[in-house]
T-cell receptor, first 113, second 112 residues
Framework: ETGVTQSPTHLIKTRGQQVTLRCSSQ?????VSWYQQALGQGPQFIFQ???????GRGNFPPRFSGLQFPNYSSELNVNALELDDSALYLC????????????FGPGTRLTVT | KQEVTQIPAALSVPEGENLVLNCSFT??????LQWFRQDPGKGLTSLLL?????REQTSGRLNASLDKSSGRSTLYIAASQPGDSATYLC???????????FGKGTHLIIQP
């Protein structure tokens, strides 16, 4: 069984640009969640998807959007990048419900200059 | 709104010691609590998940407890080893659609 994978590992973008981060959940996991972790902080919940529908969102603006696909992959899109968007972005998958044990990927380090 | 606090923020102990990491949460209506380990610049590794109906969970040298009434969870690490050095995060789930609420973590260093 493969774990959760994310790509790319690192990314550098300029303020105002758009970025797409990718995640591949564990096979059979129907819920995927995305988190933002600033340096020295705990991860902050962005949103979660269950069977391709967004069913929960944290305190993030609409320029953070996502998609979940039938093949257990998902995307996090961020438009109009700001300097404060620089962080480690983590995705997590769980078997069925968001309350099941969460398995995290290695993260994508995004730097906005 | 759930808030999670972890004390201490950093801890350094000699190898072989038993130690306790603390996690407190403000909303006792917690559905479950999960402990994670994070190595520098890496993702999170799940250590233990405790459901609200449980009092503790054990995995190898790790034991986690949950006391909903006092809003506290502890992670006990027995016979610590240098390889245990990492940041330990606790996170609570309220059972709704709000995801996990994390503490800031305890940065643990085990001195050889």
């Amino acid at each position: 069984e493969t774990g959760v994978t994310q790509s790319p590992t690192h990314l550098i973008k300029t303020r105002g640009q758009q970025v797409t981060l990718r995640c591949s959940s564990q096979s059979g996991h129907n819920t995927v969640s995305w988190y933002q972790q600033a340096l020295g902080q705990g991860p902050q919940f962005i949103f979660q998807y269950y069977r391709e529908e967004e069913n929960g969102r944290g305190n993030f603006p609409p320029r953070f959007s996502g998609l979940q696909f039938p093949n257990y992959s998902s995307e996090l899109n961020v438009n109009a990048l700001e300097l404060d968007d620089s962080a480690l972005y983590l995705c997590a998958s769980s078997l069925e419900w968001a309350t099941d044990e969460q398995y995290f990927g290695p993260g994508t380090r995004l730097t906005v200059t | 709104k759930q808030e999670v606090t972890q004390i201490p923020a950093a801890l350094s102990v000699p190898e072989g010691e038993n130690l306790v990491l603390n996690c407190s949460f403000t909303d006792s209506a917690i559905y479950n609590l999960q402990w994670f380990r994070q190595d520098p610049g890496k993702g999170l590794t799940s250590l233990l998940l405790i459901q609200s109906s449980q009092r503790e969970q054990t995995s190898g040298r790790l034991n986690a407890s949950l006391d909903k009434s006092s809003g506290r969870s502890t992670l006990y690490i027995a016979a610590s080893q240098p390889g245990d050095s990492a940041t330990y995060l606790c996170a609570g789930h309220g059972g709704g659609a709000d995801g996990l609420t994390f503490g800031k973590g305890t940065h643990l260093i085990i001195q050889p």
